[in-house]
């Protein structure tokens, strides 16, 4: 079992910029997708941007150029630098890491005020 936490969600203005963690209890290096989700109030977790074991990245349309998705495989963590933060990006964030089995963290609210 491989346990998640995020970190550095919060509140911030429009146009601010935010960096969440996901620290992993175990090595990364040996996952085949390292991702970040999103669910906003009332709505589905949406799959916001992907990393692959051998660096790829992908974004969801709406938050590419302003979302980066890294991994230290040496901290065994992911991050999300999100910047030019929209009002619609607020939502609690959610890291997930797997290759047939995938594992969750419990997320972290990110709130953009207007």
């Known amino acids: 079992q491989v346990q998640l936490v995020e970190s550095g969600g919060g509140l911030v203005q429009a146009g601010g910029s935010l960096r969440l963690s996901c620290a992993a209890s175990?090595?990364?290096?040996?996952?085949?997708?390292l991702r970040w989700y999103r669910q906003a109030p009332g709505k589905q977790r949406d799959l916001v941007a992907q990393?692959?074991?051998?660096?790829?990245?992908n974004y969801v349309d709406s938050v590419k150029g302003r979302f980066t998705i890294s991994r230290d495989n040496a901290k065994n963590t992911v991050y999300l630098q999100m910047n030019g933060l929209k009002p619609e990006d607020t939502g609690v964030y959610y890291c997930?890491?797997?290759?047939?089995?995938?594992?969750w963290g419990q997320g972290t609210q990110v709130t953009v005020s207007s």
């Open positions: 997930a890491v797997g290759s047939s089995t995938i594992y």
């Open positions: 990393i692959t074991r051998y660096g790829n990245a």
């Open positions: 175990a090595s990364i290096s040996s996952f085949n997708f």
